[in-house]
């Protein structure tokens, strides 16, 4: 695979990632979903770009977190154009290229999304509002909408620990770009041996 079919990968990545971002920031309030079907909900939550909704504490916590994604994401970039240039496996460097573009989409939101958009509690956010973002540079959060709440109800008693407790499974919410990272860590491990053969 060349750099320019990988580079529109991420491309095509990262317009779907942040045009799917945009519209529900621009139409829906923080909570309010949307019923797809019974096991798929259209749900808008924020977060601080972490997994599972969790932060690093301490003020310059976010700041952390993102400066490291930056360096992480350049770090996955030069792997990727060293693997084109190794001609490695086609789906190694797809891989990477899903994981650079899914980097790449939850760090425009933290950089720039608080500066170029209001707060969603109560309200429908505005692109580029008059009185400015609900945060600055940095401090801007990751948009989730995607939800599959595919079964909920109270565990069986016997089991261990969770028994007796509401479940739900699947209760993430994620975004595009976390779908990239997930579908490149997915094919690493199911082609592992194709994208990383053992040396003879």
Do not use: C
């Not at 320019?4 to 991420?10: A, D, Q, R, T």
């Not at 309200?123 to 599959?148: H, I, N, R, T, W």
Request: proline fraction near 3%; aromatic fraction near 18%; glycine fraction near 8%.
């Amino acid at each position: 695979m060349t750099l320019k079919k990988s580079i529109f990968l991420i491309l095509l990545v990262l317009i779907i990632d942040q045009w799917s971002k945009i519209y529900i920031k621009t139409h829906f309030q923080i909570g309010e979903s949307v019923e797809v079907f019974n096991w798929f909900k259209i749900h808008f939550v924020e977060n601080e770009g972490m997994a599972w909704g969790k932060k690093i504490p301490g003020q310059y916590g976010k700041i952390v977190l993102t400066i490291f994604r930056l360096f992480a994401t350049a770090g996955i970039g030069y792997w990727l154009w060293d693997s084109v240039r190794k001609k490695a496996h086609t789906i190694l460097i797809v891989s990477i290229a899903l994981i650079f573009a899914g980097a790449f989409g939850n760090i425009i939101d933290s950089l720039v999304y608080g500066l170029v958009f209001n707060h969603s509690s109560g309200q429908v956010a505005s692109f580029l509002p008059e009185a400015g973002g609900y945060a600055s540079v940095f401090y801007g959060k990751v948009v989730d909408m995607f939800y599959f709440p595919i079964w909920e109800g109270i565990l069986p008693s016997w089991i261990p620990v969770f028994g007796g407790k509401h479940f739900t499974f699947f209760n993430a919410i994620f975004n595009v770009a976390d779908s990239a990272i997930s579908i490149a860590v997915i094919l690493l491990i199911a082609f592992n041996k194709k994208v990383f053969p053992k040396e003879v």
